[in-house]
């Protein structure tokens, strides 16, 4: 494993902290290929273009992601939007690592995939738009459960289904809840629409 892979994590000032922020910030340009926070859950079902995540794709493959080779250019290759996504476990974990993988020296990141290097924001771009590949999934199956209920339900369930169904159409999908729920992420109701147990965190919520 590179020496950049480390599991203890460097002392970061505030300064050192935004620089590293501002490396992973990506163009404005790739704004528009990841659905806004705000945008309704609906309609983040309604979203077609969404690439699949790689599920041969796993956290062992940390290290394979960040190279010493430096990237001469800020842009993508014109295929990098078709391409499959890292899962967001793995997203995720490069973005805990990246200041520690910067601090050690590494200087671009490398889809072990594909040639070439990438610039460093490839790394948030990534994660938000795994976020919202990863929200779509549990929505959607909570959707399907739903409309399996209102299949036999009488008419009071069905009023409540259909109420639920009209939420989905106002709630941001990665928004957070608020008054005593605030605690919780609007993605979590997802967990409440199916028929698998509940979990501890939502009852001590």
Known sequence: ??????????????????????????????????????????????????????????????????????????DVPADFLDRSLPPLSLSTQLL?????????????????????????WVVQ???????????KERWSLARDWLSGQRENADTDLAAAIDEVFSSLRVLGWGTTLRGPAAALQVLDLAEFLSSTPMKGRFIDA
């Not at 203890?8 to 050192?16: E, G, N, R, T, W």
């Not at 805990?96 to 610039?119: C, E, I, M, W």
């Not at 938000?128 to 929200?135: F, P």
């Open 96 to 120: 805990n690592t990246f200041s520690q993988a910067y601090h050690d020296g590494v200087k671009s990141v490398k889809d072990p995939r594909f040639l070439g290097n990438l610039p460093f």
């Open 125 to 135: 771009y990534w994660h938000d738009l795994g976020c919202a590949i990863a929200a």
């Open 1 to 74: 494993m590179n020496s950049f892979i480390q599991d203890s994590a460097i002392d970061l000032s505030l300064d050192l902290q935004q620089h590293y922020a501002h490396l992973l910030v990506f163009p404005q340009c790739y704004d528009s290929f990841i659905p806004a926070p705000h945008l309704p859950i609906s309609a983040l079902l309604d979203f077609t273009n969404l690439p699949p995540f790689d599920h041969s794709l796993t956290v062992a493959d940390l290290h394979r992601f960040f190279t010493s080779k430096h990237c001469v250019t800020n």
